[in-house]
């Protein structure tokens, strides 16, 4: 393995459009594309190749490899301008790095296939927004685009506090300072603090990890800025459970007013084939915080929420995951077979029978 090889591998990957590449010592390189993982015919990685990868990564962000590291996340770049997200891990004593390939342009809502009316959620003056959903289903690249649409449209302060920066923003209307983990701050919690000392409009905060995290998020709401971030939950109402259940039991139900006071938005996404196998579709469930969702939240009948997201289908552009599956199939665009494995219904044939 030398830097030619490697910048070879991932200049192909991104020409392949494969979103992932994993590097593990006894097997060749593996590359995920339409989201299966596929083995390339190339020799089997050795030590010595997983050693120089990883050295080739964190030279780039100012590090060393040392016999101590036992994991880091760190984002590469490569002459041509495209960039990954990489992992990099020890496992039965050897090196692996998995690289996620990050799209050298950040995308239109249309380009992706995403509801428009994510570009009128960002236009709310100040609160929080969230994106979730299972590790791969394109939280980073909504929430980008999402940022972008404010870049474009907006005179505003955006700060983006990441573990590593993924997309990189040039400023237009708005002003966009990058900040990653590591590098220009020691954590999530440090960065959030100095933030609001940066006059800021707009905060990105890569992911609510911890406690301490999702406090700062949510004093920085609070204190009249737009904070958007992401969660690995399943849906609206497991995004309101996570971040309630990080507090202490006799702080939950202040939680709750709080909540209910900021939230703006939970965007949930999935994945799915189309029907030809060649394209990945996202499935999206969008929950707006309207005046009886926000009661809902307040008084903790969480299990009201789903049924008024149906009911503000149209009047408030909502739409539960199972309103989006139905549609996409309706419309021929993906299986029924497919749209099954993602439902949360148990009864959804009945309901695509129905609503035909």
Do not use: W
């Amino acid at each position: 393995m030398n830097s030619d090889i490697l910048n070879q591998i991932l200049q192909i990957a991104f020409q392949k459009k494969v979103s992932d590449l994993h590097f593990e010592v006894d097997n060749p390189p593996f590359l995920r594309g339409c989201g299966q993982l596929i083995r390339s015919k190339m020799p089997n990685l050795t030590g010595k190749d997983t050693e120089f990868i990883a050295s080739k990564i964190l030279e780039q962000n100012g590090f060393q490899l040392t016999s101590d590291l036992k994991e880091m996340d760190a984002s590469y770049s490569i002459p041509s301008g495209g960039r990954f997200r990489t992992s990099i891990f020890r496992q039965r004593g050897l090196l692996g790095i998995v690289m996620r390939a990050i799209p050298p342009i950040i995308q239109s809502f249309e380009m992706l296939g995403l509801p428009p009316v994510l570009g009128e959620i960002t236009r709310a003056p100040n609160g929080l927004i969230l994106v979730t959903g299972p590790t791969g289903a394109g939280k980073s690249t909504t929430l980008a685009t999402m940022l972008q649409f404010i870049n474009e449209n907006e005179n505003f302060n955006i700060i983006t506090i990441e573990d590593p920066i993924e997309f990189i923003f040039t400023s237009m209307k708005s002003c966009v300072i990058q900040r990653e983990i590591g590098i220009d701050t020691a954590s999530f919690s440090a960065a959030l603090k100095a933030v609001l000392r940066m006059d800021p409009d707009v905060i990105m905060v890569g992911e609510m990890r911890d406690s301490e995290t999702i406090e700062a998020c949510l004093k920085a709401a609070e204190t009249g800025h737009l904070v958007l971030s992401t969660l690995h939950t399943q849906g609206a109402v497991s995004t309101i459970n996570r971040i309630i259940g990080h507090f202490p039991p006799d702080a939950q139900e202040i939680v709750r007013h709080r909540l209910a006071d900021i939230l703006v938005a939970t965007i949930s996404l999935r994945l799915v084939k189309d029907k030809t196998g060649q394209n990945i579709l996202p499935v999206v469930e969008i929950m707006r915080a309207t005046t009886t969702i926000e009661a809902c939240i307040r008084d903790g009948r969480l299990d009201e929420i789903e049924k008024h997201m149906e009911n503000g289908a149209s009047q408030y552009q909502m739409q539960t995951l199972d309103q989006h599956l139905l549609q996409l199939s309706r419309q021929g665009l993906i299986s029924i077979d497919d749209a099954k494995r993602l439902t949360h219904s148990m009864d959804f044939e009945r309901k695509l029978m129905y609503d035909n």
